[in-house]
């Protein structure tokens, strides 16, 4: 049996979205969420392609129809940016190039909110 996940967040090499991304599907960790980015590289055609995403996000994609909250430290901790369901942050703010977990249907209270 092939579970269907509908969150689909994805991470952006360049601000404004652009550059190579990597998308989440919700397949890993616990409901989708990456307690630690180490391992994980930006994959589609452009600029940073084959790079890191742990500490090299510069913008976000919410797809998920909960709020994802990415943390500067790893196990969802740290300064964040919470991202509002269906919604993009084009230049992340406390996480800017310095990412290193997300967690979907999490709102920390000291984030930076994109609405």
């Known amino acids: ?3 269907l996940f509908r969150r689909n967040p994805w991470q952006y090499y360049n601000s404004g979205l652009t550059g190579s991304r990597t998308t989440f599907t919700g397949s890993g960790g616990i409901n989708g969420s990456i307690s630690d980015l180490a391992g994980y590289k930006f994959l589609d055609a452009g600029a940073g392609k084959g790079t890191p995403v742990k ?3 510069a913008s976000f994609y919410n797809g998920s129809p909960t709020p994802t909250t990415i943390f500067f430290n790893s196990n969802a901790n740290g300064s964040c940016d919470t991202v509002a369901p269906y919604t993009n942050a084009h230049r992340l703010v ?21 609405n």
């Open 55 to 57: 500490n090299g996000a």
């Open 94 to 114: 406390n996480t800017y190039n310095e990412n290193a977990s997300f967690m979907f249907g999490a709102s920390g209270s000291n984030c930076y909110k994109f």
């Open 1 to 3: 049996m092939i579970k």
